[in-house]
């Protein structure tokens, strides 16, 4: 079996999207402690999930394409 190292660039990405992650569920919870956050403020949160994902997607693929580059390899 063979070992997946994820790149230094996939490491920063996933700890930038933890944290992006931290800043939502706080958020969150203080907006559930108002009554409805204002309009700016959910499309910014709305803002940072879409980057967020992307930011995912991009690990993703690039993961997804070493792995299949090191079966072929194999």
Request: charged share 20%; proline share 3%; glycine share 2%.
């Amino acid at each position: 079996m063979s070992q997946h190292i994820l790149s230094t660039r996939d490491l920063v990405c996933l700890e930038h999207i933890r944290n992006a992650g931290h800043f939502i569920n706080d958020s969150i919870v203080e907006q559930e402690a108002q009554q409805l956050p204002s309009p700016s403020q959910r499309s910014q949160l709305a803002s940072l999930i879409f980057l967020m994902t992307e930011q995912l997607d991009g690990v993703v693929t690039r993961c997804h394409d070493n792995w299949i580059n090191e079966e072929v390899k194999s």
